[in-house]
């Protein structure tokens, strides 16, 4: 009897099967479709790119499929393995500036980017402004649908134009420059975050600066501020005044007060000494004698009517 081995075995054309010794049939072949995957998959990312995606803090990844387009879920912070068809688009999600200013290299855009508005009485403002917002994360794939890595200057650019020439136009001049501009601000912000939220974006803040007026408007508003200034002056002056009059008269009235005091007690020491006087008139005697004491005279006189004159010695 003929012995068959592999080669008489095989089909004609069919690649030759590779046998491990030791390993059951079963595990090989799960072994093989596993290299296999790889190969493939290994193919593909060479075809279309990395199978292995970083996304980093403070961002998120938007999915296009090649087969299928923008997917809705997005992904989180760290490393993911998406399939080699799989593009992924990161997105700032942290808290990001938008700056228009007439200052050159200040604001998004190159030269003076200043935004005008007319206010409630007619007169043309400049204004810088600085708007902070950030992306909502959870709507990063319809943005990166319907606008795109630019959205800023598609959707939050336009926007900001709007609002603050409609916020201003409800404001008078006096209002936006001085000391409501922060209320002037608030409103702002309520009005782009209403404007904005729907398109994905938080507005956070607006910072409204240096406001410029018309030459006309500068000049008299100055004028009035140094008038102000000026009668707060005075009023501060008058007030000072005021206090060192009422300081003058309370110090004179303790003075008066004093005198009155000192006077009454002395005439009150007087009316004794007249009333021990009358009732003994030799007490003013012993107390002119009492008062001479210790003094180097020889000879004393009291009055001639007591007949008696005194050697001291």
Avoid: C
Avoid at 69 to 88: A, N, R
Avoid at 194 to 202: C, Q, T
Wanted: proline fraction near 4%; hydrophobic fraction near 45%.
């Amino acid at each position: 009897m003929v012995m068959e081995d592999d080669w008489d075995t095989r089909k004609p054309g069919s690649p030759p099967e590779i046998k491990i010794e030791g390993i059951p049939p079963i595990l090989g072949t799960i072994l093989r479709s596993v290299a296999i995957i790889f190969v493939i998959l290994f193919i593909f990312s060479v075809m279309f790119g990395s199978i292995l995606v970083s996304v980093g803090a403070g961002e998120v990844g938007v999915k296009f499929n090649q087969f299928g387009g923008v997917e809705s879920d997005e992904l989180g912070e760290g490393l993911h393995i998406v399939m080699p068809w799989v593009s992924v688009t990161k997105y700032s999600v942290r808290s990001e500036v938008y700056t228009m200013s007439a200052q050159p290299s200040e604001g998004e855009r190159v030269g003076d980017d200043q935004i005008t508005a007319l206010t409630s009485e007619g007169l043309m403002l400049g204004m810088d402004m600085t708007v902070r917002y950030r992306l909502i994360s959870a709507d990063a794939s319809d943005v990166h649908q319907t606008l795109g890595m630019g959205y800023a200057e598609k959707i939050i650019r336009p926007t900001i134009k709007s609002v603050i020439r409609e916020v201003v136009s409800k404001h008078t001049a006096m209002e936006v420059y001085g000391e409501e501009r922060q209320l002037v601000a608030s409103e702002m912000v309520t009005i782009l975050e209403d404007a904005l939220v729907d398109d994905g974006i938080i507005v956070e803040e607006v910072l409204l600066r240096n406001v410029k007026l018309p030459d006309r408007v500068a000049t008299a508003i100055e004028e009035k501020l140094q008038a102000d200034q000026d009668a707060q002056r005075m009023v501060f002056v008058k007030q000072k005044e005021q206090l060192e009059a009422e300081r003058k008269v309370i110090e004179a009235t303790g003075i008066a007060d004093a005198t009155i005091i000192a006077a009454t007690g002395e005439a009150e020491a007087l009316r004794i000494i007249n009333q021990e006087i009358a009732k003994n008139p030799d007490l003013i005697n012993y107390k002119y004698i009492q008062m001479l004491q210790g003094q180097e005279i020889q000879t004393m006189v009291v009055p001639t009517d007591q007949g008696l004159i005194l050697d001291a010695s």
